[in-house]
């Protein structure tokens, strides 16, 4: 049996094909203003590299913001469910599972069956997403995916006040007059949207294992703010961008079933 799980993110539609629950194929494309399009092109990319045409989908479920925009009719799932299954699914310890992606920020407690037991969400706010990051790049003149690196370079935790995006700019901006080194901001960035993500894990309980999943998650200095801040190691899966999209993979199989 073959069954897709598409993810229809703010910023990327991610697409997981499975047979009979092992993954064989991915595929990925930019959001855009044509959220069909997008979507259509993730899926024919991940069925042409499973070398398979679209009527060899069994089923399909759909999550993420957009999902009432995928193609086809697929069954319906919220966030929060498909990255319980997904992270469950990869790390069979996992009991919190933290989601990070361009415009929102979750955290999760789940079951050993990857069923969800409470949930906290951080929307309306870039505050804790990779949006923040970003923006903070740019008012750091410096590109989105060497600003992590760049925080681990840092000698010293600096505080930064500000937690809503325009004014955390202003203050990037205050710093970097103040001469205050690359560095040192980047992690300070890293340190605020940690801690806003942290706390709100913490209002549905941290379990010793701890699952970080989204595109922020590739980030090394966003992963070592949240694992300061915890205090404890946490686990990233390989391709965690495509967590979602295997949890909606895994419910379409169920429901297949």
Known sequence: MVTAGIDMGAKWVKVVLLRDGEVIARGKALTGFEQKASAAKALADALGQAGLSADAIDRTAATGAGRKDAPGSPIELTEVTAAALGAV???????????????????????????????????????????????????????????????????????????????????????????????????????????????????????????????????????DAVERELGLKITVPPDPEFVSALGAALHAAERRG
């Open 89 to 223: 699914q990869i790390e069979r310890s996992a009991r919190t599972v933290i989601d990070v992606g361009a415009e929102e920020g979750r955290a999760i407690k789940t079951t050993d069956a990857g069923k969800v037991v409470d949930f906290a969400v951080n929307e309306k706010c870039a505050a804790g997403s990779g949006a923040f990051t970003e923006a903070m790049a740019r008012a750091l003149e410096t590109p989105v995916e060497e600003i992590g690196p760049l925080s681990l370079q840092s000698s010293q935790a600096i505080p930064m006040n500000a937690q809503c995006a325009v004014f955390a700019e202003s203050e990037v901006v205050s710093l970097l007059h103040a001469r205050t080194p690359k560095a040192d901001i980047a992690r300070a960035v890293h340190d605020a949207i940690a801690n806003r993500i942290v706390s709100m894990a913490r209002k549905v309980g941290i379990n010793e294992h701890v699952v970080l999943i989204g595109g922020v998650a590739r980030n090394v200095g966003f992963v």
